[in-house]
C-alpha cells in the first residue's frame, strides 16, 4: 500500500451531486433538475462560439480582456475589478483557497448552494451553518454565527435552492454587522431574472466596501451552462488575489466569444425574462390548488414541498415523474427531503408537470 495521506478534511467532503441529467423510460425527457434556461442559447452566442472553431490551436486570452470589457460596459462596472473563471463555482472555491484556511470558519445559511461547504473543507476551514427562517436567509442567525474566525461569508441571493432572497438593506445590515476581517460574497447568479425594486444584486455595497465582492453566471439565463463561465467583481485588492491563484487560461476561447455575443443579444435576455415571469407564478398557482405548498421564489424554479408521508410525499412524486419523462431535482442533500425543485420549463413542458402532478395527487399515479 502506498504511504500517501489526505490532507485533513478532505474526505469530510460530500462531493457536489448535480441535477440529474437522464430520466426513466418515460415517453419524453423533460430536464427540469438544474434551473437551466428553457429557451436555449441566444443565436449570437452560437454563432460566435462557432467562429473560434478555426482558431482551436491556439491559446485563450489568459485575460479575458475582451469579455471583462464587455461585462464592463454592460454592468456599468471597471474591468479591471473583473476577474472571469470557469464558473462561479470556481470563483468561490478560489475565495476560499485565498481568504481561509485552517482554524478559520466559513460561514452561510443552512439551506445554501452545495459548494459553499465543499469551498470551505477543501481548504481545511470549518463550514457554519446558520439557520435559516422559513427557508429564507436570517441575518440575525448569520450575525450570532460570525466571529473572530469567520473569514468568509457566502450569501446566495436569491438564493438555490429555495428560491428565498434578502432585501437590499438586509444586505447592508449584515455587511455592517459581520467581521471587517469577513469577506462577504454575494453570490447572484439569478439576478438578471429579478425585477423587484428591494433587490440588490450587491454592486453597491462592492463600491463601498473593500472586503465584499459579487459572483454571476452565464449559466441561467443567458444559457451558457456547458461552457462553464462566470465572473466575478470585487475590490482591486481581492482581483490580485484571484489573478495570482487561478489558473493561466481559466476561461477558454469559445467561451469568451460566446459569453461577449450573449451579453449583446438583449432581446433574448428580455424573451427570458418575460417568460419567466408568465410561467413561475403560473406554476405556483397550479401546484397551490393541488393542495401542495410552495415556497415563494423571486429566480427561474419553484421549490414545492409534499406531506410526510411515503405514498404522497417528495420520493414517492419523484419516481412517479421519473417515470413519464419529467426530471425534478431532489434535495435530500440540502436537507429538505420533503421538497422537489422544479425549474421553469417552456409552455408545454409546464403543462406536463401539472398534468403529471395532478395524476398523482389524486392517486392516479
Known sequence: MAALKVRPGILDIAPYVPGRATADDGARQIKLSSNETPLGTSSLAIEAYRRVATELHRYPDGSAFDLRAALGRHHRLDADRIVCGNGSDELISLLAQGYAGAGDEVLFTSHAFAMYPIAARAVGATPIAAPETDLCADIDALLEQAGPETRICYLANPNNPTGSYVPAEALRRLRAGLPDHCLLVIDAAYAEYITRNDYSDGVELVDAHDNVVMTRTF??????????????????????????????????????????????????????????????????????????????????????????????GAEAAYRH??????????????????????????????????GQLRAFVSGGG
Open 321 to 354: 415523474l421519473l417515470g413519464t419523462g419529467i426530471i425534478p431535482r431532489q434535495l435530500v442533500n440540502y436537507g429538505l427531503p420533503d421538497c422537489l425543485r422544479f425549474s421553469v420549463g417552456l409552455e408545454d413542458e409546464n403543462h406536463a408537470v401539472i
Open 219 to 312: 449559466s441561467k439565463i443567458y444559457g451558457l451552462a456547458a461552457v462553464r463561465l462566470g465572473w466575478l467583481y470585487g475590490p482591486a485588492p481581492v482581483i490580485d488575489v484571484l489573478n495570482r491563484t487561478r489558473g493561466p487560461f481559466n476561461i477558454n476561447a469559445p467561451a469568451q466569444a460566446a459569453g461577449i455575443a450573449a451579453l449583446e443579444d438583449t432581446a433574448f435576455i428580455a424573451a427570458a425574462v418575460a417568460h419567466n415571469d408568465r410561467w413561475r407564478p403560473w406554476l405556483e398557482q397550479e401546484m397551490t390548488a393541488l393542495g401542495l405548498k410552495i415556497h415563494p421564489s423571486i429566480a427561474n424554479f419553484v421549490l414545492v414541498e409534499f406531506p410526510p408521508e411515503p405514498r404522497r
